[in-house]
Each structure stands twice: as structure tokens, then as C-alpha cells.
């Protein structure tokens, strides 16, 4: 079953059924106002952290689904009936009321027609304002005259999310709402005397209003039929304490074909200063559209950097619009909040956003830059990393020491990818000799922490001469504690190894080089010897010295992970590498994507940890973590299996579950956190924990950098693509060091992978590398496969 389908002129998903199976949302904001928004206008917003700047409030897990949010109700005064301009709150019969909502790039937008009034609602949050715009324009399409009220509902949150979700007993005794000449003032002054503040301004004249949200919705009612709109006016309420809302009446009459405007404003800021000076910028809608225009310039700049036409349009529409769409959101928010996280993880997650600058160093990379220097503050002087970290409080001190039990053993050698990412992408090496400070004391070069790094990691290992997992590797439900061995964590160190290595040989410190490359075939002599089970990898040791994930195991005899980095890390020999994808292809890849693990575990197994909790198919047990399935894209494209790669990157592409919607369930044009698995009894291919997750940055990386094989290196532009042999061809356009590629990729014998000729500006080129002193301001690039 659809619901909706890509509009890639406009860059829109357009949903023509309004009664999806879950939320499916957008995020309206580009810099320090955040706005969640659904298909119904539910969600809520943030200013700067979601944790304790919270504007408006929403209800997680709720029934009904989806409230509160961003709501306008019309009403007809003459008969009395009224409905919303998106689907709910009200829910009219859908015989009657026919309604599209088009999400777009920092927009969402709801088409309405019902009882003869056609609605066209459009909110969006400007470039550089802490504000939300709801524009509303309502047509009369019937053939007599019309006396409509329009009324906006939304709730303020208590800024600080923990407060507001459970101190009942001290913040609902705190707001102070006030109201003067259209404009409602929403202030609440905390014990130290300072004051969090917001507005919500009409530009039409206000007829009624109210801001105790018990008044406007009625005692046992809801947002469905608050007893303000039934009646036909607010009660003018002031709220002192309470539940405050902002709900603000426009009245009107329209002739037949007349249209009319209303624009509101809901932002940060003092309602007397702030709140004036925006109903004043915006009475003039040029202001608006404007603003919009920025909008989309803004939006277009980002994703212009890297442009695709291949023989898919899955793939087109992927990378082109919502993939990379989804790499910004997740670069700009981590893990902070959306319908799944309710904001108590404020800040950077350390693992995620190392990870998520992956996806957009190709278009921002001065505030990858910035990223990775908040990311390196997280770091300490001993060399690993804080879990998490919030730049907007962060200070140097012994206080972000974490405790033994909450260091982890991949997050600084996420440090290894990251800042290699951003130089390759840059040239940028001075960036390695900026002095950063570290989170509890002192401060080093860029270089120095990642040195350090690596340092820590070594001093870090088990009796197999593997890395300890200590609180956990990415896989945080994996017990792997005491003497317990990552053989993931290992792999991600040998990669990591080998990085350092290559800029220690290009910033001419040859003594580290040698000393690394000698770490680094250590790391490899181990695994060689102690992680293969002969057909595949094990995923570690117990701290009791079982091993998890072999062939030995009673339960979960195989995992992705250390499959997929065997081969990406580059420690497995081509043999065992082909041998280990085999091996997943045969137990763990599904149509839907590939399994974390096989079997599932069905009993709790204390020793192994929280993934042992979970029933079969669900979350790490046996579900299909589509962040994983990225890399065992790009393992089999490393290994020039490019019919495989392309395969599993369809299984688990949310843009080809369109059309089956009703078992997906979310998003069909952003990533997932995972899909429930093929041991689940009941909800095999359902998808949940949409768009913040590093499947976005990774998916991006796979399909850009390896299926495609555009890929930046230190020396100038790599040429390496790994595709179904059947695709004849396909261009990319993408932007380098400032310059221009537009590249033709031919494939006319038929293979997946490897470039027999490359044709830079009519001058063939041996190899597959465009160095930098062939390169021009814009570049014509042929690549022939063969």
C-alpha cells in the first residue's frame, strides 16, 4: 500500500493519504531553533538544546497518536461545524476531506478542501531567526459569501524536558502568560531569578484569545473538539500557573472565489521587544516569502555539492534529495530529539556525530571543522573519549572525567576516521597542528589526540592481545566488560592504525609511522589467530573467556559487524574476507536487510548482556540495524562483488518500501534505525527509530563513495566504482576543493568493477586517482569500466 510519492522537482515527499501507519515527520530549522513537525502538524520545538530550551511541548508514546503540535482550526460561524487544516486534530471523514501534505527541504506544507474552503498551510522556520512561521492562506470555493474563524493551538513546554515530564508538583505552578495587542507572552522565571521567554503573534487582528490550555480545550475534552473552537470564541484566559497554550482567533468573511492571509509567529525572545519587532518585519508577506527564498537557496547550496543520474531512481532521489537531507538533520541535532528520543540526550553523542560528519564534510566542511573540534574537547588527556558531550556548557575540568564503567572502547577511535574524512576532503593539514584542549586537563595538537587515541587503545587489551571491550564497543547492549575482547573494536583499531599512519608519513614523522605499522600488524598477527572460526569471525570474548559468536555459540553463532570490518579495516586476508560475506550472505541477509546477528537469542544470558533481553527480531537481537547494513555495502563493494553491494543496499533503501508502506510502517524517505527481523513472529520488515541515526551518514558514504566510487583521497579524486553489471553507465556531479567534476562513468563490457581508461579534460590519465595538478576549475571526467 502508498501513501505518498517523491516529488524530486521540488524536492518533496507528498503524502496524498493522510492516515500513515505512524508519524512521519519533518525537521523545520537549519542553526539553533529546532521544529519537529508531522504529517498532522504535531510535534514540538526546541532553542539551542532540546533538553532545557524546550518552546513547545508534545506527548510521547501518546494516545491518540501525534499531539499536540502546531494546529489551526477553521470554523464556520454560521453552521457551526469546524475541522483543522491538517487531518487531525479533528479528523473529519476522509469521503469529505481531502487533504495532501508535502514535506520539503526545512518546509512542510498542507493542502485542504472541505465544506467548500480550500486551505493552503505552510510552516517553516527561517535561516536565522529562533522562530516558526505558520502561514495560512483560505479560499471560499463555494458560491455564497463565508463568516470563518481561524484559531491556532499549540502548548508551551516547560523549557527544561525533565521538569516537564515528571515535577508536576513545582512546574505547573511556575508560567506566567500574558497578552497585549495580538501578541501572547509566554514567560517562566526559575528559582535564580533568570526567565525563559516566548511569544505567539497574529498579524490579522485577534477577535478572542486564551493561554490556559484547560479553558481552551475544555474539562474531558481534547484537541479534537476543544470547547473554545465549538463555541465560537476563546475566554480571553490569562494562565498564572498551569498549563499554558497559546491559542489566538482570527475572524473574517469571504466573498465567493476571495482568498485571504494570516500569518502567526511562535519564537523566542521577549513578546514586548522581540515579539513586535517580528509582527512588524513580517506584516509585509514580501518579508515572508523572502525569508522562504533564503530557505531554499540555503538547502539547494548543501545538496548541490553532490549530484547523481543513475539508471535508478531510487538511487537519484536517495542521494540526490532525502540522503543527504537526512546526513544534515543528523549533523545538526545527533541523537537529541525526535518522535522516538525525547530530548534527555541532549548534546553529541561521541561515537554518533564522529560518525555523522561522514556524510556532510563533502558540502560543509568548515562546520565539519568546528564539529570536530567540539568532538576533540570531549576528549581526555589519557586518550579516550567522553560518551557524550554538550559544547553549549562544555568546560575544561576533572568533573567530565567519566567513571571506569563509562569508557567505552571505539568512541575516540572514531577520532581516526573523522579527522582523515575532513583532510582528504580539505587538504587541509594544518588542522592537525591546531592545539585543542582536552576535557579534564591541558591541551595538545589535533595530531597529538589522535596519537593519544591510539595510545590508549594499546594499554587497552585482553589475554588474546585484542582490544578490552570495557563498558561497550558500538554495539552498547553487547556485554563485553572485564577481560572481555572486542573483536569489532579491533578491527575499527587496525583501520584507525592504518590512518595514523598515512598522515604520520605525510607530515614526515616517520619515527611514529614505523612505530604504528608495527602496532597495526600486531593487531592483525592477533586476529588472524584468535578472531576466525572458519568460516566467519567471531564478534569476542566473555570476560569467563567464551566465545560470543561462533560456530561453538548455543546462541547467536554469527554476527555483521565483525564480518563487514574484516574487510573494511582491511586486517582479512581476500580469502577469509570473501569467505566471511559468504558467510552473512548465507545466514544473516534478508529482503529486508541484513540480520545484526543469527540465531536470535531466546534465553537471557547474563554473561553476554541487554541484547539477550530483547525478544527475537527486535532492536540488537536479530533485528536488521540498517546503520551495519552500510557496511556490509561497502565491504562487498571492496571486494568488487557489485551486483551483491548493490542488492543489499535496495534491501534495506526506506525509498523501495514506498509501495509496501503499510508493512514499513515509517518514513519511506529516510533512514531508519532498524527493521524488525526475520525471527520475529509478527512484524518481519517493519521499520522503527526513524531519521536520527548514523544509517544516514554511512548509507550516504556507501552508495557516493563506494557503489558510485567518487571518492576524496589526500592526492586529488578517486574513481572507483563497484555496480550491478548490468547499469550501462551513470554521471555524477560533484564539488572538490572548490572545483567542479561532472563525471561520466561507461560500463560497456558488462562488469562491477575497475577502470581500464580515465579521461580528465580530453588527457587520458593512468589509474583511477584525478591528482590535483590535473584538475581545473570545472572538470569533464569520462571513466571507462572494463
Not at 115 to 144: C, G, H
Request: hydrophobic share 35%.
Amino acid at each position: 500500500m502508498r501513501y505518498g510519492y517523491f516529488d524530486d522537482l521540488h524536492a518533496e515527499y507528498v503524502i496524498e493519504r493522510p492516515d500513515t501507519p505512524m508519524s512521519w515527520i519533518n525537521y523545520l530549522g537549519t542553526a539553533d531553533y529546532c521544529g519537529i513537525i508531522s504529517n498532522h502538524a504535531a510535534g514540538y520545538a526546541f532553542y539551542r538544546s532540546a533538553k532545557t530550551g524546550r518552546l513547545l511541548r508534545f506527548r510521547f508514546n501518546s494516545i491518540p497518536m501525534d499531539r499536540p503540535g502546531r494546529y489551526i482550526y477553521i470554523r464556520d460561524n454560521t453552521d457551526g461545524d469546524y475541522w483543522s487544516a491538517t487531518w487531525q486534530p479533528v479528523g473529519k471523514s476522509l469521503d469529505r476531506y481531502r487533504t495532501v501534505c508535502r514535506h520539503g527541504m526545512g518546509y512542510t506544507r498542507f493542502t485542504t478542501e472541505y465544506a467548500d474552503i480550500k486551505t493552503d498551510y505552510r510552516v517553516f522556520v527561517p535561516i536565522d531567526r529562533p522562530l516558526e512561521l505558520w502561514e495560512i492562506e483560505v479560499e471560499n470555493l463555494s458560491d455564497r459569501e463565508r463568516d470563518l474563524s481561524l484559531f491556532t493551538y499549540a502548548e508551551w513546554c516547560f523549557w527544561r524536558m525533565d521538569q516537564d515530564l515528571s515535577n508536576f508538583q513545582y512546574i505547573l505552578y511556575t508560567c506566567r502568560m500574558g497578552y497585549e495587542d495580538g501578541i501572547i507572552d509566554y514567560t517562566l522565571r526559575w528559582p535564580g531569578g533568570e526567565e525563559d521567554k516566548g511569544f505567539m503573534v497574529s498579524v490579522l487582528p485577534v477577535e478572542s484569545f486564551d493561554t490556559d490550555r484547560e479553558v481552551f480545550i475544555g474539562d474531558y475534552r481534547h484537541e479534537g473538539n476543544p470547547i473554545a473552537v465549538e463555541r465560537g470564541s476563546c475566554a480571553c484566559s490569562i494562565a498564572i500557573g498551569g498549563n499554558a497554550c497559546g491559542a489566538l482567533q482570527n475572524r473574517f468573511t469571504l466573498a465567493p472565489g476571495e482568498k485571504k492571509y494570516a500569518l502567526f509567529i511562535v519564537g523566542i525572545g521577549d513578546a514586548r521587544t522581540v515579539g513586535r519587532a517580528m509582527l512588524e518585519r513580517y506584516r509585509d508577506r514580501v518579508k515572508v516569502e523572502e525569508d522562504f527564498a533564503r530557505l531554499g537557496e540555503y538547502w539547494r547550496e548543501r545538496l548541490g555539492k553532490y549530484r547523481c543520474v543513475t539508471p535508478s531512481p531510487l538511487v537519484n532521489t536517495m542521494v540526490n534529495v532525502w540522503n543527504q537531507y537526512q546526513c544534515h538533520t543528523t549533523f545538526n541535532w545527533s541523537r537529541s530529539a525526535s518522535f522516538n528520543e525525547a530530548g534527555g540526550r541532549d548534546g553529541l553523542g561521541y561515537r554518533d556525530t564522529n560518525q555523522d560528519t561522514l556524510g556532510v564534510v563533502h558540502a560543509i566542511p568548515h562546520l565539519v571543522r568546528n564539529k570536530l573540534i567540539d568532538l576533540l574537547k570531549g576528549q581526555l588527556a589519557e586518550g579516550y573519549a567522553m560518551h557524550s558531550v554538550q559544547p553549549l556548557t562544555w568546560t575544561q575540568g576533572p568533573e567530565n572525567v567519566p567513571p571506569p564503567e563509562g569508557i567505552f572502547s571505539d568512541d575516540h577511535l572514531w577520532l581516526l576516521l573523522s579527522v582523515p574524512a575532513y583532510i582528504k576532503e580539505t587538504g587541509d593539514f594544518a588542522f592537525l597542528e591546531e592545539r585543542v584542549p582536552f576535557a579534564d586537563r591541558d591541551e595538545a595538537t589535533v595530531y597529538e589526540h589522535l596519537r593519544r587515541a591510539l595510545d590508549f587503545s594499546w594499554t587497552k587489551r585482553g589475554p588474546h592481545g585484542l582490544l578490552l571491550g570495557l563498558a561497550a564497543d558500538w554495539n552498547d547492549c553487547l556485554n563485553l566488560t572485564g577481560k572481555g575482547e572486542s573483536i569489532w573494536s579491533s578491527f575499527l583499531y587496525h583501520r584507525a592504525l592504518g590512518e595514523f599512519v598515512e598522515l604520520a608519513q605525510r607530515c614526515g614523522n616517520e619515527a611514529d609511522a614505523r612505530l604504528y605499522e608495527e602496532r597495526q600488524r600486531e593487531i592483525k598477527a592477533r586476529l588472524d589467530e584468535y578472531a576466525w572460526d572458519g568460516e566467519w569471525f567471531i564478534r569476542g570474548y566473555l570476560d569467563s573467556g567464551r566465545k560470543l559468536g561462533g560456530r561453538e555459540s548455543e546462541q547467536a553463532k554469527i554476527f555483521i559487524n565483525s564480518q563487514t570490518w574484516a574487510v573494511i579495516s582491511g586486517a582479512a586476508d581476500p580469502e577469509k574476507g570473501r569467505l566471511a560475506m559468504d558467510s552473512l550472505w548465507k545466514y544473516l541477509a534478508t529482503e529486508h536487510g541484513v540480520v545484526k546477528n543469527w540465531p536470535a537469542y531466546r534465553t537471557t544470558d547474563t554473561e553476554i548482556g541487554a541484547i539477550t533481553s530483547f525478544p527475537p527480531g527486535l532492536k540488537e537481537n536479530a533485528a536488521i540495524f540498517c546503520h551495519t547494513n552500510t557496511w556490509a555495502v561497502i565491504a562487498e563493494c571492496l571486494l568488487g562483488r557489485g551486483d551483491r553491494a548493490f542488492a543489499l543496499y535496495l534491501s534495506f533503501l526506506p525509498a523501495a518500501k514506498n509501495d509496501r508502506a503499510e508493512l514499513y510502517t515509517m518514513e519511506p524517505y529516510v533512514y531508519s534505525q532498524f527493521i524488525t527481523g526475520k525471527e520475529h513472529p509478527y512484524h518481519f520488515g517493519r521499520a522503527r527509530n526513524s531519521w536520527l541515526t548514523g544509517t544516514a551518514s554511512w548509507a550516504f558514504v556507501a552508495v557516493s563513495q563506494y557503489i558510485l566510487g567518487i571518492r576524496p583521497d589526500y592526492d586529488g579524486l578517486v574513481i572507483d566504482p563497484s555496480i550491478p553489471p548490468e547499469w550501462e553507465g551513470f554521471e555524477v556531479t560533484r564539488v572538490y576543493r572548490g572545483k567542479t567534476f561532472h563525471i561520466k562513468v561507461r560500463n560497456p563490457k558488462g562488469v562491477s568493477r575497475g577502470v581500464a581508461e580515465l579521461l580528465v579534460n580530453g588527457k587520458i590519465l593512468p589509474g583511477n586517482l584525478i591528482p590535483h595538478g590535473a584538475m581545473a576549475a570545472a572538470n569533464e571526467v569520462e571513466a571507462v569500466l572494463g
